[in-house]
């Protein structure tokens, strides 16, 4: 639990809130972790059962969005379809075109007349995201790359993903190629259902070819116990993307993150969305009525979250039995500590007291206003009584504070953001 909290705390460059000196730069610093990337507006977020398809959180699911080099996974879904219908095989001969070997990077680097197999392709495609080596397989495949897009845009329509368009086979920048958060976990789920001989290309941590090794883009392998797979992806104009998967006791998850700010950020909001799911499955097994978003101190939502699964073999699924991790994950109780809302005397104004909460200190008096904003909308039963302000200067920083409580409110107040890992100090009467 404390390796998490530093690791979250250092992604999202929360600081302690002391009295002498600033805590952050901006208030997007010290809210809920999940709140910072869904602040910027790239981000779009999902988290879907594997087995049965439900959504258990989505944030801007249906947000049209660039996939990058998640692309890859649907050129491989169709490398996959011609394997098993025998059109191809593994040891087939991919030629390398002048148009393959002119993409820009990342690439392998091979010379227009050069070959490898199929097998090299896929692997290629999986850990280095070789996007020369995507539009030699497209054309392989295809024809042509742009034949190959149409195809791939076809597949995407039949298994159910509605707002996605292919144009290329790699991921490379172009405005006409989109998709959605929630396409892309239908694709992901697609791929374990039709294909599970093929999914643990996704799993392999590296590639060699030609006597150079190269490491998997994602992360989260081998760095979170029970992750398999998918892809990740990043062009300026996406941020960075992720589809990833991951099993524990026999259930698995998929979860999307798009348009994260960095590498860091992306990796470690997808890793607590799986932990943050994984909790939820077994709270919902001790008979809990409990959903991701409320397990995040997020709002719930006016209408509909989930809507009805249109995919192709949504029911499908009961055999899946893609298992390949072989540590057990880490438990989500134990990475996850949930804390149940207080049931103090806070609410009662009139036990009002003279103790103080600090949330942050920040260079500007709009950031401590909009930090003062979050906090009582994201914890109100801790802060919606009390009285927020923001104090002068002092020490370059404006203070965010909230006031009236008793001492023992106030110390009930600040356990509840320091269990969301946020920053926050118990202030004494002066």
Known sequence: MFERARRLIASLALAAATAVAPVASTAQAQVPYLQLPASQPKYAAIVVDAKTGEVMYAKRADSPRYPASITKVMTLYLAFEALAAGRI????????????AAQAPTKLGLRPGETLTVEQAMQALAIKSANDIAVALAEKLGGSEARFAAMMT??????????????????????????????????SRAV?????????????????????????????LGRMPGVDGLKTGFTNASGFNIAVSAVRDNRRLITVVLGAPSTAVRNNNAEDLILTGFDVMARRDRGEKITVAQNLFEPEPTGPIVRPSIEQGDNEQDGLKIVLASASPTSAAARTKIVEPSKSALRDKKAAGKWSVQVGAFKSKADAKEQIALVTKRFGKHFSAANGEVGGKVGGSYRARFSGYTEASAKDACQALKAKRLACMVVKPA
């Open 89 to 100: 095989h593994l040891d087939d001969p991919v030629v390398i075109s002048p148009r393959a």
């Open 154 to 187: 076809l597949r995407a329509e039949e298994l159910g993903m509605q707002n996605t368009r292919f144009v290329n086979a790699s991921g490379l920048p172009d405005s006409r190629q989109v998709s959605t958060a929630r396409d892309i976990a239908i694709l």
């Open 192 to 220: 374990m259902r039709d294909y599970p001989q093929y999914y643990k290309l996704f799993s392999q941590q590296s590639f060699t070819f030609r006597g150079v090794t190269m490491r998997n883009h994602n992360g989260l």
